[in-house]
């Protein structure tokens, strides 16, 4: 079944699973979910993702990350750009999240990067979501 945003399907199903306390969760797989994933595993929010091509469609296997007694890495994710209201930042612009404690996901010309990275490079993009 088609999804009108597919990225705040895979924050929902992420979000459900923390709350039910799994250890992993399964989204339909496409570029620009594996790209978030890459940035998640890439600042400590998830633990490992892999691609699973067998199953029809393909799905993205994400293994959560908890620190303690049942304690999530990740104790929020919003999503930021929406199908009806697309939210853009500059190079100068780049929004930090929770003063630096949290990531900024941005889709640019260059790839999806995190906040710190676009600041880096000197580049703007839609934002997609915040992580903290």
Known sequence: MPHTDPIADMLTRMKNAIMAEKRDLAVPLSNTKLEIAKILKGEGYI???????????????????????KQNVIEGLKRVSKPGRRVYAQAGAIPRVLDGLGVAVISTSQGILTGAECQKRGIGGEVLLHVW
Do not use: D, M, T, W
Not at 49 to 65: D, N, T, W, Y
């Open 47 to 69: 633990a490992n993702f892999r691609v699973e091509k067998a199953q029809v469609p393909a799905q993205l296997l994400i293994e959560l990350k908890y620190s303690g007694r």
